[in-house]
């Protein structure tokens, strides 16, 4: 298969994969070079599972949700038999947008030309297009994504041979029990936009090492020195006891738990909230990153105020955690950096995911 991107120049002794303790973290030149962000797109964000949002967004025949996957535009829609299906969000007649924004519509309509498409993606109608010929309208149904859905949370994977979505998240449920997510109802989402590349903030994510520096106020919350880091096949743990007493999240005695889900989610659950986060990368030295905010409750009064002040909290940590990954990304780029190395006791789940990344790194170029 000749790649239609531009393969970066890799060392192969880059993409060996060592012990922690012996390992360098992954060269600079992969956090702000413009050609590893073409390549992250193929190598890593065309062939894996992508969040696109809650199921409860698209439950009525009609529904559609619109969303961006490795720089193509998608959309999810749900049909008049309730099946859920995903498209490209791009129009066959000359690759007009089908949907601008989540909506509901009995038909789906070209906004360019007024092309119409069945809710099963078949394409209906095409005005003023009699006169063409060697043309069947069976050949220009929008072209399929892969979707499935876990607790209740919506994935589409652009592969062509696409890995079961399940082992991505294997024992969490059995984890986090008698805990459930998929019984939390969706409240809200929040973007932020961070200059920086998309690893600069997953690494960021993946440890607590620089929760007293970063984030002091979060070491109250947190039971800091029983925070612990495990890693699975295809995701990572952190999780750590609440301190008991004076805070937002009660009394209880669950956990925080936060799950790394590769390459780009996670799961941050709070007694009585779940916050997911994906982070969409935009360009070598930018990305989005969307939270979902999902909760037990979501209409009483109490719950209103409570959510208020969860999402008021996680914004100032979101805001601490965008500044220095910004500060990061241009450490980065400077002359002074290439490597780093790992901290064995805190720094196990950035190798974990850098570990993976190489792995997806070096499949691609096998495929090359
Ligand atoms: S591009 Fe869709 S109708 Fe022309
Ligand atoms: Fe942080």
């Known amino acids: 298969m000749t790649p ?19 390992s360098e973290t992954i060269p600079s030149s992969w956090y702000v070079d413009p050609i590893f962000h073409e390549f992250d797109k193929e190598a890593i964000f065309s062939q894996t599972w992508q969040h696109i949002g809650p199921a409860s967004g698209v439950e009525q025949p009609g529904d559609q949700s619109v969303s961006t996957v490795a720089g193509n535009p998608i959309i999810a829609v749900r049909d008049q038999e309730r099946q859920l299906g995903a498209f490209y969000n791009v ?176 799961l941050n659950i709070l007694p009585g909230r779940l916050q997911t986060n994906t982070v969409i990368p935009v360009a070598h030295n930018q990305c989005l990153v969307r939270f979902d905010y999902y909760y037990d409750d979501i209409s009483s009064e109490g719950a209103l105020k409570m959510i208020e002040e969860d999402v008021a909290y996680s914004d100032t940590v979101q805001k601490e955690d965008m500044e220095i990954c910004e500060h990061v990304q241009r450490g980065l780029e400077s002359r002074a950096y290439n490597k780093g190395r790992f901290s064995v006791e805190c720094e196990n789940g950035v190798h974990h995911f850098q570990s993976l990344l190489k792995k997806a790194y070096r499949q691609a170029l096998d495929k090359a």
């Not at 991107?5 to 880059?14: K, Q």
């Not at 009995?106 to 005005?127: A, F, I, N």
């Not at 696409?162 to 998240?169: E, H």
């Not at 590349?197 to 607590?208: C, F, Q, R, T």
């Open 91 to 266: 129009c066959r007649h000359r690759g007009g947008p089908i949907a601008l924004h989540d909506c509901n519509t009995k038909v789906l309509q070209c906004k360019y030309h007024g092309w119409t498409y069945l809710l099963d993606g078949s394409l209906r109608g095409t005005p003023r297009f009699d006169r063409t010929e060697l043309f069947d309208k069976k050949d220009y149904g929008l072209v399929p994504v892969r979707l499935d859905a876990w607790e209740r949370m919506l994935f589409v994977n652009l592969a062509e041979n696409v890995q079961p979505l399940a082992p991505l998240f294997g024992g969490i449920k059995e984890r986090i029990s008698p805990l459930a997510l998929s019984t939390k109802k969706f409240a809200r989402r929040i973007m932020y936009e961070v200059h920086a590349n998309w690893k600069v903030y997953v690494d960021n994510y993946l440890e607590g090492y620089h929760l007293p520096y970063v984030h002091p106020e979060l070491c109250n919350l947190l039971d800091y020195r029983n925070y612990v880091t495990e890693t699975f096949e295809w995701h990572s743990l952190q999780h750590s006891p609440i301190q008991q007493g004076n805070n937002l999240y009660g009394s209880s005695a669950d956990p925080a738990y936060y799950f790394f889900i590769w390459p780009n989610f996670m």
């Open 4 to 22: 239609h991107f531009t393969l970066p120049a890799l060392v192969p002794e880059e993409l060996d994969i060592q012990p922690l303790e012996r």
